[in-house]
């Protein structure tokens, strides 16, 4: 939608979608930037966080069904 002043709502999420990132973590990095363009500023640290777990597990080489800090 466009206002009479010319700002066009919604507004397009912050960031750049990345390409080559496994499924879940696409999502949660979509859900993250739609987050952050609502002022839901918690959730998207919250998604963004659940980013970095996924990429120290992944890193890690841990084994599914493990604890990570059994890895």
Same mark, same amino acid.
């Given at each position: 939608?466009?206002?009479?002043?010319?700002?066009?709502?919604?507004?397009?999420? $912050?960031?750049?979608?990345?390409?080559?990132?496994?499924?879940? %973590?696409?999502?949660?990095? #979509?859900?993250? #930037? %739609?987050?952050h363009n609502v002022a839901a500023y918690?959730?998207?640290?919250?998604?963004? #966080?659940? $980013?970095?777990?996924?990429l120290a597990v992944d890193k890690a080489?841990?084994?599914?069904?493990?604890?990570? %800090?059994?890895?």
């Amino acid at each position: 939608m466009k206002t009479t002043a010319g700002a066009i709502y919604p507004a397009a999420p $912050i960031g750049k979608m990345i390409g080559g990132l496994p499924d879940d %973590v696409k999502d949660a990095w #979509r859900e993250a #930037r %739609v987050a952050h363009n609502v002022a839901a500023y918690t959730a998207s640290e919250m998604m963004c #966080r659940k $980013i970095l777990m996924h990429l120290a597990v992944d890193k890690a080489g841990s084994d599914p069904g493990k604890h990570f %800090v059994e890895s």
